[in-house]
């Protein structure tokens, strides 16, 4: 107990923030939502941020930073509430969002309007369902990334 006029002391330590841990709780978030709401899958979509950037409209952008920012705010004002958009290294947006087994699609053709109104060009996209396609975040990051890069590579 500490005097009234002196009030109290407290310490404490904040984890430090990096993409893996971001990636991590926003996964156990969405876990949750997703037990909720009796979905119990998580889907987990990847964007190629280089190629949107190399397909954005230049004039319009004063760089990439920039860029990138304002497609992830266009992200969060279009999709869920509750879906999580992060930047993760070295070059993915992704998107986390709690949903039933079969909402990928829906999620994906979401996606593909509000990024096919923004950009001039193509993109990429890689997706993943937890638990279909992996045990945690980091094997579904992994299966995402993958079959984007297979898909980027000119495979189906």
């Known amino acids: 107990?500490?005097?009234?006029?002196k009030g109290s002391q407290f310490?404490?330590?904040?984890?430090?923030?990096t993409s893996k841990l971001?990636?991590?709780e926003s996964f156990a978030e969405q876990l949750e939502i997703a037990k909720e709401s009796e979905?119990?899958?998580?889907?987990?979509?990847?964007?190629?941020?280089?190629?949107l950037i190399r397909n954005s409209d230049r004039e319009k952008h004063a760089n990439a930073e920039e860029y990138l920012e304002e497609v992830r705010t266009l992200l969060r004002r279009n999709l869920h509430r509750t879906d999580a958009v992060l930047t993760i290294d070295p070059h993915w947006i992704a998107i986390l969002a709690a949903m039933n087994p079969n909402g990928m699609g829906s999620l994906s053709e979401r996606l593909l309007k509000?990024?096919?109104?923004?950009?001039?060009?193509?993109f990429g996209f890689g997706t993943a369902l937890y638990p279909f396609d992996g045990a945690d975040v980091h094997s579904l990051l992994k299966?995402?990334?993958t079959t984007l890069n297979h898909i980027a590579a000119g495979g189906r």
Do not use: Q, R
Not at 114 to 122: D, E, F, Q, V
């Open 1 to 5: 107990t500490s005097e009234l006029t």
């Open 11 to 17: 310490t404490f330590t904040l984890p430090v923030y």
């Open 22 to 24: 971001v990636l991590e």
């Open 39 to 51: 979905g119990d899958s998580v889907g987990l979509i990847v964007i190629d941020s280089e190629t």
């Open 114 to 122: 509000i990024l096919k109104n923004w950009t001039s060009g193509s």
């Open 143 to 145: 299966k995402a990334t």
